[in-house]
């Protein structure tokens, strides 16, 4: 894909596929220490190790309308090729965790892009699921939890709304820019 | 500098949603559904919903659920947009942020398909 932000809200979305009333996205980056990791955590109907081992090959899925999941397999290939990896553990019943690794300087790796439209499209279509979001760059941090704006807003419903979504898109999108130092580099 | 948003602002515009929530307690009007499989991602489903969300603002149209659906085995027309209304479910295929802009505008808001874009109907 394009850009990670798009990577990720496919993890994501495999994670709502899954079943999973809670999802825990966080991502790390340390220039210093030249990484990028993505962990996914969910609570879905997991997997076990004998799927899990063909889960990078194209033809794994449990999609019933196609034949090929192209998801993991590209993801993969994406992250081996910048210096990194994947990594997924799975216990059927319990849930999933999915750990992708990038070399955050190397040439290939594709920018974050988008990342708040990844996470106002995840709340917007699945207010219901406790999502949380956590995202750490050299050091400073930003939070968000969908079960505390739930509280705050009332519920679920409140989430679906128009004016609350495009404030929290512009909630979301002012922090990530600050956390990356105000302003966006081209590469970030 | 502007200041930055406290999410104890969003407290404040859930009075101003009640309203609206109200009014709407039943389903919605209009549901719109957008395909977020992989190559509906790739194809950009997420910025036609992204355009969704800001039109429904624009206009203030509080009225309509939006959902996601698996892919439908259209890849060839992601992203895949389907609006139900009037009982009545089309699918509007290879939509760019300006044409869901279009659909919110004509279909969701005054129920007029955009028949040119149409690539099923239900
Ligand atoms: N978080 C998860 N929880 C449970 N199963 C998963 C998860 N992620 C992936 N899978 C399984 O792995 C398969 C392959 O995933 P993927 O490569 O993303 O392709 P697709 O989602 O299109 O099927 C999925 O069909 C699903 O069965
Ligand atoms: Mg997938």
Redesign the pocket.
Known sequence: MKELSLNIL??V???I??G?KNINLEIEEENKKDFLIITVK?D????DDE?VKI?FDPF????TN?K??????LLREEAESCGGGIEIQ?KKGKG?I?VVKFKHSHIDRPPMGDLASTILTIIATNPEINFSYVHKVNGKVFKLSTKEIREIVGDAAALRDVTILKWLGDYVRENIKTLYGGERSGKN | MEKIKSIEELRKLREHARESLKVRSGEAKVKIMVSM??VGIAAGARDALMAIISELEKRQFHDAQIVERGSLGLDKEEPVVAVERDNKTVFYGKVTPEMAREIVAQHVINGQIVSEWVIAKE
């Open positions: 496919d993890i979305e495999n994670s596929k899954s999973a969910d879905g109907k997991g997997m799927f889960i794994t899925t449990t999609s196609k090929v999941g192209l998801g993991l397999p799975s999933t999915v | 499989g992989t």
